[in-house]
């Protein structure tokens, strides 16, 4: 099966509101998460990435949060905007090198659609 | 992605010619990768390099070739494609000087 899944496909919010979206991985091996965006007819465009020596990151509107007991990972977006609408991934990797040099492992992804 | 280009972007065959997707990279990455991505699976790993000439299997690699004859170009290639092989191709690179791995914005491959 997946190592890497999601629990939602689709999630839908206000805009204005904060959306969370959660992802499950399998492997324990794994030390490196990645979120991706992806819109439309594009290739995914990298978020805020995460090692498995932290809980919590953070960026410009967007926090990451792993919690390696129970193999979960989610991505929080605060006051979200109709820009925000897109398919999330995330990805793992047990090198812990952004990636490399094996590639990554992705989950199917989960459509954000932002309600007016 | 600026540093990425992917060609062709969008291609229409027949079941069992052969297909070349190629990967062009300006930033002169070490790491290259070939993912393929389907409704219901995410992105799946086809093949992947880590040198010129270096090359190695990924999770979805039958049916694929590589090959990275200079650093700024990976080949991907489909001797006889296969309707299977319907998909949408990015190519990604990196990770150099911690700069995660990036993806280009694919290739829409249709085999009739």
């Known amino acids: 099966g997946e190592s890497v899944g999601l629990h939602l496909p689709t999630l839908s919010v206000q805009e204005g509101d904060n959306s969370i979206i959660n992802c499950a991985y399998s492997n324990s091996a794994s030390d490196y998460f990645i979120w991706y965006k992806q819109e439309s007819g594009k290739g995914p465009q990298f978020i805020i990435d995460?090692?498995?020596?932290?809980d919590k990151r953070q960026g410009q509107r967007v926090t990451v949060l792993l919690n390696k007991t129970v193999k979960h990972l989610s991505l929080q977006i605060a006051a979200t905007q109709p820009g925000d609408s897109a398919v999330y991934f995330c990805?793992?990797?047990?090198?812990?090198?952004?990636?490399?040099?094996?590639?990554?492992?992705f989950g199917k992804g989960t459509h954000l659609i932002i309600q007016p | 992605d600026a540093g990425i280009t992917q060609s062709p972007r969008h291609k229409v065959t027949e079941t069992g010619t052969p297909v070349t997707l190629r990967c062009h990279q300006t930033?002169?990455?070490?790491?290259m990768y070939w993912y393929r991505q389907d409704p219901g699976h995410g992105l799946r790993l086809i093949h992947y390099s880590y040198g010129v000439k270096d090359t190695d299997k990924g999770e979805v690699s039958d049916g694929y070739s590589v090959s990275r004859s200079k650093t700024e170009d990976f080949l991907l290639t489909l001797e006889s494609a296969t309707s299977s092989q319907t998909s949408v191709y990015f190519c990604a690179i990196g990770p150099q000087f911690n700069q995660p791995q990036h993806f280009g914005d694919g290739t829409r491959l249709s085999i009739l």
């Open positions: 995460i090692r498995s020596n932290m």
């Open positions: 930033e002169n990455h070490r790491y």
């Open positions: 990805a793992e990797n047990i090198s812990g090198s952004g990636g490399g040099a094996d590639g990554l492992t």
